[in-house]
């Protein structure tokens, strides 16, 4: 069973920054992508940055410049840098990794961030 433990959220204040980790585990082949999603009260699940398997990332528009998807060099642990924190960004973030042909999602942290 494909586990997916996230951790680093919190209470930060704008301008200020995070640093979300997520770690893959139980899977018997490296994930072929993982990525950052978010979700704020009242709105969909949006992606915020994906990062393929030796491939290259991408963001949502709004987060492009101030935060940064990362990976180590067996796949399994993803990292999003976030910097210049503003309100709109508070939200849950998921971890989502992609096995084979199924998405495996952790269980959420919670970005605030105060004015």
């Known amino acids: 069973q494909v586990q997916l433990v996230e951790s680093g959220g919190g209470l930060v204040q704008a301008g200020g920054s995070l640093r979300l980790s997520c770690a893959a585990s139980?899977?018997?082949?490296?994930?072929?992508?993982m990525g950052w999603y978010r979700q704020a009260p009242g709105k969909q699940r949006e992606l915020v940055a994906r990062?393929?398997?030796?491939?290259?990332?991408t963001y949502v528009d709004s987060v492009k410049g101030r935060f940064i998807i990362s990976g180590d060099n067996a796949g399994n642990t993803v990292y999003l840098e976030m910097s210049s924190l503003k309100v709109e960004d508070t939200a849950v973030y998921y971890c989502?990794?992609?096995?084979?042909?199924?998405?495996?999602w952790g269980q959420g942290t919670q970005v605030t961030v105060s004015s």
């Open positions: 989502k990794a992609e096995v084979v042909s199924h998405g495996y």
């Open positions: 139980g899977t018997m082949f490296p994930p072929n992508a």
């Open positions: 990062l393929p398997r030796g491939g290259m990332a």
